[in-house]
């Protein structure tokens, strides 16, 4: 068998985005920017991007700048929300402790230009509330930043209320919806956003490609300067052929949104199901509210690197945490923010199924865990410890 189960790091291009990314390179390959038939064709292909892509999202076609992906998306929404604020002498930013590192760093830079920050705490079920986003907003508070989605645990957040709340008290709300958008429904208007980030390649789409909606009225920072591309607010030959696959990605999922997720959701049950038998495990983030192919599991006793390599040779892709953070020996910030302790988030398997899971692929997945968990605990000392009552159970 082979699975992969990393959709979260990143999917598998579909054929339609593929067969519109063909004829841009083919034929279609002007500069947009030249005035002759091929560019003006090319500038034809993003213009129709734009459009779908806006109207997937209920925005208009001017409001949405594309970019190099998702982390270019989070940095250009943040830094021109902030220096939105600064302008107004607001230099207070709200944020969560388990962001995407694309939001984390930038904040971090901000705070080394003067900018006051809040993370606010995420509970163990993985969801912040509207009301703690109220409490925290003051009066040279000016951005609000809090992600639709997670990547590691996959919970969703309540944006429309706490969009609701920005609005009301005057703050600016941008969203990293780079993991919700083509997988759940995502309305600008009606769930009160004014910036949101979304990258292709999570959505079936290519690597190197993303787009940042910001609501009419709202003024960009530029990242890149140079040209006049993307109405000034963003420099460089635009990235045609990955833009029109982007968008034929984004179509598609679109379309099948909801049987897409309805199947996903049941599989993703299923799942967290058959790895709940597992003694002392634990699912990371709330049941109910998350993404529909999201499972994140935490096993007492082992260590994440280990039970992914040995999955790997059954075939399996999975990850432990966000793909940006294996390598390194740290325990994911987002399992810590939840409040897992370091023992216990060392020990953290996700598996983000695809759209073509079956059901028998999710019983060999579930057969593999069960497995590798307890071949690994066979040698582990940490685990001995814990049987032999030197070492309280956490989970
Ligand atoms: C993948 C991801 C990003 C970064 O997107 P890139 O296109 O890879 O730069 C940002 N935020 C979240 C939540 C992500 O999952």
Redesign the pocket.
């Known amino acids: 068998m082979n699975i992969y189960a990393d959709n ?1 790091a990143t999917t598998k291009m579909s054929r339609a985005a593929i067969d519109a990314m063909l004829p841009c390179m083919e034929e279609v390959f002007g500069n947009p920017s030249t005035l002759y038939q091929t560019g003006q064709r090319a500038k034809e292909v993003i213009e129709q991007a734009r459009e779908d892509i806006a109207e997937i999202i209920n925005a208009s076609p001017k409001e949405i700048t594309f970019t190099s ?4 998306a ?1 940095n250009q929404a943040i830094r021109s929300g902030a220096m939105i604020g600064k302008k107004q002498g607001k230099m207070h930013i709200i944020s969560t402790a388990f962001e ?1 590192h ?1 939001v984390l760093h930038t904040l971090k830079r901000l705070e080394e230009e003067g900018f006051d920050v809040t993370l606010l705490d995420v509970h163990e079920n993985g969801i912040v509330t509207p009301e703690e986003v109220d409490a925290a907003i003051r009066d040279d508070t000016c951005l609000v930043t809090i ?1 639709t989605a997670n ?1 590691e645990i996959g919970t969703i957040q309540p944006i429309r209320e706490i969009g609701a709340v920005c609005r009301k008290r005057g703050v600016l709300f941008h969203t ?1 919806a ?2 919700a958008v083509g997988h759940i429904h995502i309305d600008v208007e009606k769930d009160n956003i004014d910036m949101l980030s979304a ?1 292709a ?2 959505f079936h789409g290519p690597k190197g490609a ?1 787009f940042l909606y910001a609501k009419k009225g709202i003024r960009l920072t530029n990242i890149i300067d140079g040209g006049a591309q993307e109405r000034g607010k963003r420099a460089g030959t635009e990235n045609v052929p990955a833009i029109a696959g982007m968008a034929a990605a984004l179509k598609e999922a679109a379309a099948n949104m909801d049987s897409n997720a309805d199947k996903l959701t049941s599989m993703r049950n299923k799942l967290i199901e058959g790895l709940n038998e597992i003694p002392h495990s634990a699912l990371n983030g709330d049941e109910q509210h998350r993404l529909p192919g999201n499972v994140n599991f935490c096993f007492e006793g082992i260590e994440g690197e280990s039970i992914l390599l040995l999955l790997d040779d059954k075939g399996i892709q999975a990850s432990s945490g966000s793909a940006c953070t294996s390598g390194s020996l740290d325990p994911s910030h987002v399992l810590l923010a939840i409040g897992r302790v370091h023992d216990v988030a060392h020990g953290s398997l996700r598996l983000t199924l695809g759209e073509d899971i079956t059901e028998e692929q999710v019983d060999y997945i579930i057969k593999s865990v069960k497995e590798t968990v307890e071949y690994l605990r066979s040698f582990s000392p940490v685990w001995k410890e814990l049987c032999e009552g030197k070492r309280k159970f956490i989970l």
């Open positions: 979260a992906g998702g982390s270019e989070d995407h694309a992600m990547n990293d780079v993991q990258s390649h999570k993303g």
